[in-house]
């Protein structure tokens, strides 16, 4: 058995995937490297993928699939991951040599402890194409460095500030016990992978280093403004989910209820900010339907974020109250970084 297990999706990733890989290495054997080829046709994707396997056997593994995009490659490697913890990072993003030991020390402690650890936190680094200061995710206003701890501990998540897909490795039999199966061929399930696992954790802990290196720049990228716009169709459809999964969690923590709904309040930002910048009539359209969707499933909910500062910036009616909205755009920007 692997200390880690960490999941590469990859689709026609060539130009890239390499350095994603050569970041992943130094992990040596207690680390499993589960390189996920996603149908790709265009490239060598596929072949470096052997590659890897080839020359690093026990450590690197190739995964052929049929195209089902990243949230089904993310979903083979959780089924074939043999790691007591489990990590996704993008074909394009890498992580830090120095802070990547520190995160196997602190894995390997619990492992040889008594405590469990559901959930490792870590920071994660905006590493934004031409942008001269990198900008760092850090949660040092939220959560007590280095200490286990459950949610009743969690401090104040300030707006802006969010546990993302970057930020997290999750005990890999934790993810499996709460049925997480993000869904095929959809975009921004990232957000589904962090959101639906938060109830079943019991135990986190924040290890105050920047980790993970998240590349912010290529034109077809799925953070780009433009494309995020023509893709809202699929921003609507995880924001719906996350709606789902709330409402039926089994919820204890008080201070969990809090971060999961203000995550919840991103989301439909997200969702209403891309509508109105897209300037279609169809589209606001779309944004009115998702706000009733949220209303007819839960009344109480929808009242706390149809009436809260986001919620309000974005329903105003007319062109001067979509001007409000930029406020909320700038949240969303900080949010996804987008590009």
């Given at each position: 058995?692997?200390?880690?297990?960490?999941?590469?999706?990859?689709?026609?990733?060539?130009?890239?995937?390499?350095?994603?890989?050569?970041?992943?290495?130094?992990?040596?054997?207690?680390?499993?490297?589960?390189?996920?080829?996603?149908?790709?046709?265009?490239?060598?994707?596929?072949?470096?993928?052997?590659?890897?396997?080839?020359?690093?056997?026990?450590?690197?593994?190739?995964?052929?699939?049929?195209?089902?995009?990243?949230?089904?490659?993310?979903?083979?490697g959780l089924?074939?991951?043999?790691?007591?913890?489990?990590?996704?990072?993008?074909?394009?993003?890498?992580?830090?040599?120095?802070?990547?030991?520190?995160?196997?020390?602190?894995?390997?402690?619990?492992?040889m402890g008594e405590d469990t650890l559901d959930m490792l936190v870590t920071n994660f680094v905006y590493e934004k194409q031409g942008a001269k200061h990198k900008r760092v995710m850090q949660y040092r206003t939220a959560l007590p460095r280095r200490e286990l701890i459950g949610w009743k501990d969690v401090k104040v998540f300030i707006l802006g500030q969010y546990i993302l897909m970057h930020s997290v490795v999750y005990r890999t039999e934790m993810l499996r016990e709460c049925g997480l199966?993000?869904?095929?061929?959809?975009?921004?399930?990232?957000?589904?992978?962090?959101?639906?696992?938060?109830p079943f954790v019991k135990t986190l802990y924040y290890l105050d280093v920047n980790f993970y290196r998240y590349y912010i720049g290529r034109a077809d990228q799925s953070v780009n403004e433009q494309i995020m716009i023509g893709r809202i169709d699929q921003q609507i459809k995880v924001t719906k989910l996350m709606l789902g999964y709330y409402r039926e969690a089994r919820i204890s923590s008080h201070k969990l209820r809090h971060y999961m709904v203000r995550y919840l309040e991103i989301m439909m930002t997200i969702a209403s900010i891309l509508a109105i910048r897209s300037q279609s009539e169809?589209?606001?359209?779309?944004?009115?339907?998702?706000?009733?969707?949220?209303?007819?499933?839960?009344?109480p909910l929808y009242l706390r974020l149809r009436w809260g500062f986001l919620g309000q910036s974005m329903n105003l009616p007319?062109?001067?109250?979509?001007?409000?909205?930029?406020?909320?755009?700038?949240?969303?920007q900080k949010f996804f970084g987008f590009n």
């Open positions: 058995m692997k200390l880690l297990s960490i999941a590469i999706p990859c689709y026609n990733s060539e130009g890239y995937m390499r350095n994603c890989i050569e970041s992943l290495l130094p992990g040596g054997d207690e680390v499993e490297i589960l390189i996920v080829d996603d149908g790709s046709t265009k490239d060598h994707t596929g072949d470096i993928a052997d590659e890897y396997e080839a020359k690093y056997p026990g450590i690197c593994r190739a995964i052929h699939q049929e195209n089902g995009g990243h949230g089904e490659a993310v979903n083979a089924r074939a991951a043999t790691g007591i913890y489990f990590k996704v990072v993008d074909s394009d993003d890498w992580v830090n040599g120095e802070a990547y030991q520190e995160v196997l020390e602190t894995l390997r402690r619990f492992v199966e993000l869904p095929k061929h959809t975009f921004y399930v990232d957000n589904i992978f962090v959101f639906q696992p938060l169809e589209n606001m359209t779309k944004k009115k339907e998702l706000w009733e969707y949220l209303r007819k499933l839960d009344l007319g062109k001067g109250g979509r001007s409000v909205s930029i406020a909320g755009y700038k949240i969303s």
